[in-house]
Each structure stands twice: as structure tokens, then as C-alpha cells.
């Protein structure tokens, strides 16, 4: 079977939204910790971006494609106003958290889904391109 560039794309921003959902799962306890909607929120999106990983990959469609980068979209803009203005809710309503380098990484990986996965909605013609064997081992080697 030959690998397409969008097949790459595709994988690519798979990988980046499963990051997203790990690092997501790790702080789900002390979420939990500091507010308890906090907590079920971060089972919620780690779950729905597992979910949309494996489906991106598996039963890729235009559909599909948008749910990821609505849904990854939001999670990135919620994690902005939570950095700047703060969220209405919680132990501390209206104060801006903290950023750490981890959920700076989590949302970075969100971001570059979002950009593949509106690469992939553009369907260019240049994504049905077989990928060089050359090419592909140095994808998968990065």
C-alpha cells in the first residue's frame, strides 16, 4: 500500500492530539483536586481526543476532519482565556492560571492539529502524492 502525503498529515496530526490526550490524562487527578467540573472536564477532552485520534486515522471524512479541529480549536481557546482573563468558575473565578510547560505543550500540540487538519480540509492535490520510501523513513524516524 502507498503512503500519501495527506496519509502522513493525517498520522501526524493523529499522534499530536493522542500527545494532547496523554498529558491531559496525566493531570486529571489534581484537577480533580482543585475543582471537581475541572477534573471531569480533562477525562472528557483526554477521552474525546482519543477517540477522534483513532477515528482520524481509521474513518477519515470530511466530518471528522472539522469535529477535530472544532474540537481541538476549543480546547485551545479555553486554555487562552484560562491564561489571561481566567474561567467564570471554579476555586478562583476570574483569575488567570499559572502556564507551565506542559499544558504549553499540550496546547501547542493542538494548535498544529488544528493547522494539518485544515490542510487536510483544503483536500489539495498535492496530498495524493505518494510519499518517496526515503521520505517516509525519515517521518517516521522524527
Known amino acids: ?9 493525517r498520522y501526524v496530526v493523529a499522534l499530536l492530539t493522542l500527545g494532547a490526550a496523554a498529558i491531559h490524562a496525566a493531570v486529571i487527578g489534581e484537577h480533580f483536586q482543585q475543582y471537581t467540573l475541572f477534573g471531569v472536564f480533562f477525562v472528557v477532552v483526554a477521552a474525546l481526543q482519543v477517540a477522534w485520534g483513532a477515528l482520524v486515522v481509521a474513518r477519515p471524512s470530511g466530518a471528522v476532519y472539522l469535529a477535530g479541529a472544532l474540537g481541538n480549536g476549543l480546547v485551545v481557546a479555553l486554555w487562552v482565556v484560562s491564561r489571561s482573563a481566567g474561567l467564570p468558575l471554579g476555586p478562583e473565578p476570574l483569575s488567570a492560571e499559572e502556564s507551565s510547560v506542559i499544558d504549553a505543550m499540550a496546547t501547542a500540540y493542538e494548535v498544529v492539529a488544528v493547522v494539518g487538519v485544515l490542510v487536510l480540509l483544503r483536500r489539495a492535490r498535492f496530498l495524493d502524492r505518494r510519499l518517496d520510501p526515503g521520505v517516509l523513513g525519515g517521518a517516521v524516524g522524527v
Not at 500500500?1 to 498529515?9: E, F, K, N, P
Open 1 to 9: 500500500m502507498a503512503v500519501t502525503r495527506g496519509d502522513l498529515v
